[in-house]
């Protein structure tokens, strides 16, 4: 038994006629469980890297100088961003990904920024060579 793809065409097409409320409610749905899963994503992400900087900037305390702090600060905010997210689920998934990416740039971008100007100034650390460990 073999389909005639015309046939098929046509009653796809009254399906979707006939049942356009469910295919409507289907693609809102959709809609918002994307955009809450990618807000739940986001914080994971603000959790991850608020932590990572943290941990970078008192490990690194030394080698990176006074800029340090931007650092730990960047680190903090990430944690405070996600904090924000969470507490404000599931209605922070309509303008939080957007707003608090751009935020997270930015202090991210200046903690970047305030390193390398420091790093640029500052002369470099030499490494033990191999014929001295040998």
């Not at 097409?13 to 994307?34: A, C, D, M, P, S």
């Amino acid at each position: 038994m073999s389909v005639n793809p015309g046939e098929l065409q046509r009653a796809l097409t009254q399906t979707i006629h006939e049942h356009w409320k469910l295919f409507l409610f289907e693609g809102i749905v959709l809609v918002v469980l994307g955009a809450v899963s990618l807000t739940l994503l986001l914080i994971v992400f603000f959790i991850i890297e608020g932590v990572a900087s943290i941990m970078y900037a008192f490990e690194h305390k030394k080698e990176i100088g006074g800029q340090w702090a931007w650092m730990l600060v960047s680190g903090i905010i990430d944690l405070i961003l996600a904090a924000i997210i969470w507490a404000g689920l599931p209605g922070t998934a309509e303008w939080a990904l957007g707003l608090l990416v751009g935020i997270n740039m930015l202090f991210g971008g200046t903690a970047l920024i305030a390193m390398a100007l420091h790093a640029k100034g500052s002369a470099p650390t030499s490494a033990p060579s191999a014929s001295k460990a040998a």
